[in-house]
């Protein structure tokens, strides 16, 4: 099994001994027991990670690794951005920690007009810092070191020059004749994909994401549900892109 993941502030200036402490420090010490010797991966979730080995646990809460070898790993090409209708209950994490495991780049909140969930007020950062907690946790559960962004709930318009400045621009939607399989996709730069709620996208919503550049694209016969679609569309475009490979 490949070694487990634990999340630090920053990395820079990391000398030859690490001391994780703190909520990561007790989770490595009390919950995954790691003794000495037993391999660790450190990481900022932005690319900067370290391996090294575990020289001490003290206590109930601080790990020492030594013997540390610092690397980067470098932004994947293309980027993809999935652009997600606010799901029902739960369904949103169910969405952020799927997309995070495939690997997803940056997840968009959206408050589509046929949304029954809004994000307003303490609500809607209660949520927002939930979705981030789950792009956190998953990531470490699937061993990546560079974590999905997770932007600010976006507003249609904003969702739209998102789509503008992008180089391939997709809405999945029943009315698309073209399957997302078939696409020309490009092999740098950016890719966003927009996932509209159960009710589907408003006809105002998708004429506006076709005006700024957006094509209309199905998965199959099948219509996936929210939380589902945008993993399952994920996957494809990074095998599609090589990404996989």
Known sequence: ???PVFVVDRLDGVGAEFVLDGPEGRHAVSVKRLRPGEDVVLTDGRGRWAEG??????GKDRLVVADLELHEEAPAAPRITVVQALPKGDRGELAVETMTEVGVDAIVPWSASRCITQWKGERGAKALAKWRTTAREAGKQSRRVRFPEVADAATTRQVAALLAASDFAAVLHESG???LATAELPAKGDIVLVVGPEGGVSDEELGLFTEAGAGAYRLGRSVLRTSTAGTAAAALLLGRTGRWS
């Open 177 to 179: 004749d073209v399957p």
């Open 1 to 3: 099994m490949t070694a």
């Open 53 to 58: 080995a575990v020289k001490a646990a003290e």
